[in-house]
């Protein structure tokens, strides 16, 4: 138990917590749930150690243990900022449910679910020059979204990077922006107007100014932006005659617009009304539509053999881009989840369920489709668009193929071996192989192919146009946190494969690979393999993998890892041409402490005008924490 897992475990929350990761997202932080911490005590409603637990069983539990449509889960409220819980019980949508508690017991229910104190944040001051502030409408975004491209190959063109492979060895800080309180940062940086766009744990989105570094302004959504900021794409010094707007989703669910100049909300708008959905993808715009995947945490609820499981389905859904209404959503499974049995203690069994999509849809404009992977099914029995790539019609959202790369995956966490009742767990019983990445369409003068990662370790490339299968490649040895975790990059016709192969002490270390690898796109032929160096010594929860997206410029390949390096690699040889370890403390232009940690969650590094903007900290499933933006350019 290398991570201390059994440690960790020794509360059943922790355990959770740790083997949730196998999902590909982020269930709660180190505290253990509310029913787990009732279960714990001997007591189903709260402890009198703990007034905030009695409170919460007497007055919130009934809604949010997870089966009251819309009323997010309580392991969703468990990640909450303890300020923004505050507020929705003070004077937002909780504001009718609470209004029976005093001031001092709201408190108590939120310290409780949080395990904060609801503070003011000590926000960052909105501190820049009027002459930082200006809107600069020659600046317009080069990014169409998480891939940098619709195409999601994760390059940057040498105009626009603007780095020759020369200049990456003298890379040094330019500036550090920290997110307060942040344990986590697993947003993406975007571009435009003169300002970097970028989410934060506690919810709040930042316009910061690209050279210095200082607040425009700031949104506050209801709960963790880990997903990337999609922008309005204009011309060049063409004024748009509507706002420019970023698009981005929430931890819960909801999909936001908000105007660039001002950090004004345009819209809001929940895409799902189960208690356990959740949006990881960063959204894809495209013409006037905005794509939102949904994803889910209901493997988590599973675990408890009292648990119907499981009711949710993973869809994508289409909204109108300038209102945010929706167009229509399509689930990637078509049959509704209905009773089809009794687990052993007379819970029902529903069924079919699961197949959440968690990363950003792929666009292909020629033959209008929309490319995107899946995960494993929650129940039995398990359907044949689990851990498969699906390709649909991007006006109508009617599917077009399936390519289905691991047959019968239904799992949830009460298959964990640790689970001591293992009612809930479906007979296919794994293996939990989740397509946390999507496909990269990677096109050579014509020639054009489909290249996903998938977390068993496999890489797959289709023909876009019929889903057959061209070639098929194990690079790394899979595991819960990936093998090829959250996505690849691409340049002409070369695949840069990041492998986690995270050691969670289930699977054979011997086989492990973690690294970085470069494929022919068109063959699958192996280019060049560099294994990650294993610079951990003692540093706790350190591990060499690279579970984030890797990022591509014109001869360098940027990859974060998990043991808090970021490095470029030549990307014709695989050599380290630069790295930097970011855990450790960084000074910030306004002096709030940062330190960087593992690199983790679904993003990755982008390069603009010079300059490298990564996000450290990954503190989840025993990786290292962190709250820091760097920015490092050549002197
Ligand atoms: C009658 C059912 C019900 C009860 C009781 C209830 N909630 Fe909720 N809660 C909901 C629903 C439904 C939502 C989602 C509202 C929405 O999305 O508009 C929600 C949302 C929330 C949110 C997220 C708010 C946001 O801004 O995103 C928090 C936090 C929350 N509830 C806390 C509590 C607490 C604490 C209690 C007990 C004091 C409580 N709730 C009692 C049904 C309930």
Redesign the pocket.
């Known amino acids: 138990m290398k991570h201390g897992l059994l440690g960790a475990a020794t509360t059943l929350g922790g355990l959770l917590l740790a083997l949730a990761a196998g999902a590909a997202a982020p269930p709660p932080t180190e505290k253990p749930s509310a029913e787990v911490q009732a279960q714990m005590s001997g007591q189903q409603g709260g402890s009198e150690a703990d007034p905030g637990a009695a409170?919460?069983a007497e007055?919130?539990a009934?809604?949010?243990d997870g089966l009251?449509?819309?009323?997010?889960h309580v392991s969703?409220?468990q990640m909450?900022a303890p300020d923004?819980?505050l507020?929705?019980?003070d004077t937002?949508?909780?504001r009718q449910?609470?209004s029976k508690?005093s001031a001092e017991q709201?408190g108590q229910?939120?310290e409780f679910?949080t395990g904060g104190r609801p503070q003011p944040p000590a926000f960052p001051p909105k501190n820049c020059a009027p002459d930082r502030m200006a809107f600069d409408w020659d600046d317009p975004p080069f990014q169409a979204g998480w891939g940098v491209d619709h195409s999601n190959r994760r390059f940057i063109p040498a105009g626009v990077a603007r780095l020759s492979p020369a200049a990456v060895p003298r890379l040094e800080l330019k500036w550090a922006f920290a997110f307060p309180g942040a344990t986590r940062a697993r947003s993406q940086a975007s571009f435009a107007g003169g300002a970097v766009y970028v989410g934060s744990q506690d919810g709040t989105v930042y316009a910061l100014d690209r050279e210095t570094g200082c607040v425009r302004w700031r949104f506050r959504a209801?709960?963790e932006v880990r997903t990337g900021i999609t922008l309005t794409p204009w011309q060049r010094g063409r004024r748009q005659e509507t706002a420019p707007l970023g698009y981005f989703s929430d931890l819960?669910a909801?999909v936001y617009a908000v105007d660039l100049r001002t950090g004004e909300l345009v819209w809001v708008t929940?895409v799902d009304d189960h208690p356990n959905a959740t949006a990881t993808a960063q959204p894809v715009l495209y013409g006037d539509r905005v794509y939102q995947p949904v994803s889910s945490l209901e493997v988590v609820p599973a675990a408890d053999p009292g648990y119907p499981c499981c009711s949710f389905r993973g869809s994508i859904v289409a909204l109108h881009a300038l209102t945010g209404e929706v167009a229509w959503k399509r689930y990637t499974i078509a049959e509704s989840p209905a009773e089809v049995g009794k687990n052993s203690h007379g819970t029902p069994i529903l069924a079919p369920s699961g197949a959440p999509v968690w990363n950003t849809p792929t666009v292909d404009a020629s033959r209008g489709l929309l490319y995107f992977g899946t995960g494993e099914n929650y129940s039995s029995p398990a359907q044949d668009t689990s851990d498969a790539i699906l390709a649909i019609d991007l006006a109508t959202g009617v599917r077009r193929w399936v390519f289905q790369a691991t047959e019968g995956d239904a799992w949830n966490l009460a298959c964990m071996p640790f689970i001591p009742d293992k009612a809930n767990c479906p007979e296919e019983n794994g293996p939990d192989v989740d397509f946390a990445s999507p496909p990269a369409l990677v096109d050579d003068d014509g020639r054009e192919i489909l290249v996903a990662g998938q977390k068993s370790g496999d890489v797959w490339a289709l023909d876009p146009a019929t889903g057959k299968l061209v070639w098929h490649r194990r690079v790394g040895r899979g595991g819960n946190q990936g093998g090829q975790h959250f996505g690849l990059a691409v340049e002409g016709r070369r695949v840069f494969v990041p492998i986690s192969d995270y050691d969670d002490s289930m699977l054979p270390v011997a086989e492990a690979r973690p690294g970085l690898y470069a494929l022919d796109a068109f063959t699958g032929e192996t280019l060049w393999a560099t294994p990650a160096a294993n610079v951990c010594g003692q540093r706790k929860d350190c591990d060499p993998g690279i579970s984030q997206a890797v990022t591509a410029i014109p001869g360098v390949v940027f990859a974060g890892h998990m043991d808090g390096r970021l490095r470029a690699y030549d990307s014709s040889t695989g050599k380290v041409l630069w790295e930097v370890d970011t855990d450790r403390e960084w000074p910030t232009l306004s002096g709030e402490p940062a330190r960087g940690g593992s690199f983790g969650g679904g993003a990755g590094p982008i390069v603009v005008d010079g300059r490298v903007y990564a996000l450290s900290g990954y503190g989840l499933y025993f990786h290292m924490p962190g709250n820091v933006l760097l920015v490092f350019g050549a002197p």
């Open positions: 409170l919460f007055h919130c009934s809604c949010h009251v449509e819309r009323a997010p969703f409220l909450m923004a819980m507020q929705s019980l937002g949508v909780m449910q609470a508690l709201r229910v939120v679910l209801g709960a819960v909801r929940k």
